[in-house]
């Protein structure tokens, strides 16, 4: 069979299909690549790639593009199972024998409503990674004998069985090739990342014990697997001589400094190629790999510091205490790595007072940007069983009708709204300080393209902000 990757159309902005690193649309633009997607259409003849949202195709669009392909998998979420499964049931009804497929944390978790939401519409789910059993399928392999999978039969839910985790991650092939092959690469935009970058990974699952973090508790696991150092080097050496105009690589693993020596490794193998990269990475990462990736051309790392409250850390499991993120601060700063740190609100502890202490706490770190988060317990994590057991997840509309994130979590000290409300007022306390602003215009002043795109950015966080607010009205 020929199989369609799709990131099918949602919401405008909406980046939750694809990188899956944020279910919802985005303050300011920002897309991930569909690298899950790339890794099985890279190891099948006639495949194709479509990012739906960044490549603006309409549903119109992408089911003229399925008429040609006998299977269409996709890459489904929480917050859009209902639409996804609305494409399948479109796809079905102008071809019924193609084969649709999806996968993803939700239907790994829960497979059998899953199934049962789209009775007319899916095949078959994939339960964990599907690169080889999305492969097997189009092989002509029985259901029966591709592990891993879940399918209707006279109206009842089978299950294979459960497929290993992936350890061989050389046995994969780059994803890069697939990216020039079939994505707009230009029009892939994360605002702190230089314009145009390329993401891929160089390990699967986080060892991190994160209660709220969904991808290693539902679907690349706890146990970490690494590429070899020599495999992530031929990667981006590829990427330096076929896609000239990079300008940023993203190691976009789940944690890749997790792996203090294989971070180490990849970084001294790489440094001669003359690179720029980020990375994710945990707020405790030591002074001497932080240097060593920098001088590999590392400039710019994610790190999730969630709260500034002490106690909300050790109630989600953090690892990571306040102490060891003002050094790691204090350690990249005296690198020049810049930061873009991420918060959550709402998390298990969270109060009135959380509130404003994690808010003081990011403009005391002093970060080159932020993001906000709602706290959102998204089935298979253990943060999703906590707030079910104490009753406090007070609705299941993880986002609104145009994709913005909605406060489903409800406390008796702290409501929703509040918690809600504590997003726009954590942005304009950080971002509208006269510190921050003074070196905004001093940066717009003496670099033109600095200027436009921070007018630019400046420009749709407001217009975001305008319509977050219809959206609580």
Known sequence: MKPLFLNPPTFEDFDGG?????QASREVTSFWYPTWLCYPAGMIEGSRVVDAPVQKYTLEHCLSIAKNFDMVVMYTSTPTLKIDIETARRIK???PETVTVLTGPHVTILPDESLLAGKDSIDIVCRGEFDYAIKELCEGWKWDDVQGISFLRNGTAVHTPDRPILTD?????????IY??????????????????VAIYTSRGCPAKCTFCLWPQTYSGQKMRTRSPQSVYEEVKWIKENLPEIRDISFDDDTFSADKKHAREVAELIKPLKVSWVINARANCDFDTLKIMRDAGLHHVIVGFESGDEQILKNIKKGVTKAQAIQFVKDCKKLGITIHGAFIMGLPGETRETIQETISYAKMLDLDSIQVSLASPYPGTEFYEQCKREGWIA?????????HQMCVINYPHLSNDEIFKAVEDFYNKFYFRPKYILRSIGKMIVNSDVRKKLLKDGKQYLEYMRKRKQTQN
């Open 180 to 197: 020039k092959r079939d994505l707009a690469i230009s029009e892939y935009v994360i605002p702190h990342f230089k314009s145009p970058y």
């Open 93 to 95: 009804s102008q071809k």
């Open 395 to 403: 609705s299941d509309a993880y986002i609104d009708d145009t994709g």
């Open 18 to 22: 694809a990188g899956a690193r944020y």
């Open 169 to 177: 991650l050389d046995a994969l092939p780059f994803v890069a090739p």
